[in-house]
């Protein structure tokens, strides 16, 4: 009967446990995993600190739950009168003091320095400087200066070349946001107002790293995503030569058509695209929105047919609720055509 209960009681929890110690075997947990395998010096150093924590913490909880489970079974038996007092028992009280104490330190001592590492970036001179700046719910990349004079604006992507310190100052344009990249590093406030955080990141390879917003901000607080693109200089070179010769204006077909409705049902109001007549502010610069991989922030892919595209602009409401981009009612031939013309933007 007790035995009955008592497994009913544990079966649950114990199942639970072994599902997390058991996810814990594979290599990486997914891309947002940063205790596992990460891709960046700060990451790295974030990772460590981590495991560190967690080794110490299994090794205070073993021996301060063995000694608990020593004195249960040892003084099981009840005893006549009071037990031996050890009040005032000096080599107790220096031992219960000095032990935490030495605890205490043992954090404290790598963590200072790391932390204040987090602070410093390596290579200052010669990083790359981005600001970036939140709204609710996506992300803007600016590459200041560039080349001199000459500013790169981005959304939701934020290209950097591989091994090269990147220094992001961070702004907000309305709320607080928090700006987290799990495997390269963050994660840091991303504030409105004047005072403006500064984060530096580094990637050691080459690949896709994803990042989030990582501070509630409103409705669509989980698609606030955007993605890090770490390259080799090389590349990272000639996609800014390239980002600073706009795409050519289309002279016919339906990407032509497209061009025109942008302007005549009013999209360039809101969104600029480089090199047209279409230099609206208040929503993402799409300039290049034919390279990027996804559409709305993370929401849908950015595929080759078109179908993420088409998805949004035919209803943006009903796939990020609440996003700034109203439901402009478009028919299913415009928005084929505004597709169209978004596809040639890279
Ligand atoms: Cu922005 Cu959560």
């Not at 955007?226 to 030569?241: G, H, L, Y």
Request: charged share 20%; with cysteine; glycine share 10%.
């Amino acid at each position: 009967m007790l035995r009955q209960r008592l497994t009913r009681i544990t079966i649950g929890p114990s199942l639970a446990l072994l599902s997390v110690l058991v996810a814990g075997c594979t290599q990486s947990m997914g891309p947002m995993d940063w205790i596992g395998s990460v891709a960046g010096e700060q990451a790295e150093a974030q990772r460590w600190i981590t495991w560190y924590l967690i080794y110490l913490g299994a090794a205070v909880f073993v021996v301060v739950e063995g000694l608990l489970l020593y004195a249960i079974l040892k003084f099981r038996r009840p005893v006549e009168g009071l037990p031996p007092q050890v009040h005032g028992h000096r080599a107790l009280e220096i031992f219960w003091t000095t032990v935490p104490a030495l605890i205490v330190l043992a954090i404290v001592v790598p963590m200072v320095p790391l932390t204040f590492s987090f602070a410093q970036p390596p290579d200052e001179a010669g990083a790359l400087r981005v600001e970036v700046v939140a709204y609710q719910w996506w992300w803007e990349f600016r590459y200041p200066d560039i080349v001199p004079g000459r500013t790169i604006t981005v959304a939701n992507e934020l290209r950097i070349p591989v091994g090269r310190t990147v220094i992001a100052t961070l702004s907000s344009a309305d709320v607080i946001h928090s700006f987290w990249v799990p495997k390269l590093g963050g994660k840091v406030d991303v504030l409105p107002g004047r005072q403006k955080n500064q984060l530096w990141l580094n990637a050691r390879e080459p690949g896709e790293y994803y990042g989030w917003c990582a501070e509630f901000c409103g409705t669509q607080h989980a698609q606030m995503r955007f993605r890090v693109k770490a390259m080799s200089a090389a590349e990272f070179e000639a996609w800014v030569r390239a980002r600073l010769s706009p795409p050519p204006e289309p002279k016919e077909g339906l990407a032509r058509r497209g061009f025109e409705l942008f302007g005549a049902r009013g999209c360039g109001a809101c969104h600029t695209i480089e090199g047209t007549p279409y230099q609206g502010k208040i929503g993402p610069n799409l300039t290049n929105m034919g390279e990027r991989s996804t559409v709305g922030a993370g929401v849908l892919e950015n595929d080759p047919e078109g179908e993420g595209l088409f998805r949004w602009l035919k209803n943006p409401q009903a796939v990020k609720p609440g996003n700034k981009m109203p439901n402009l009612g478009l028919s299913d031939d415009d928005v084929r055509a505004l597709v169209a013309y978004l596809r040639t933007l890279k």
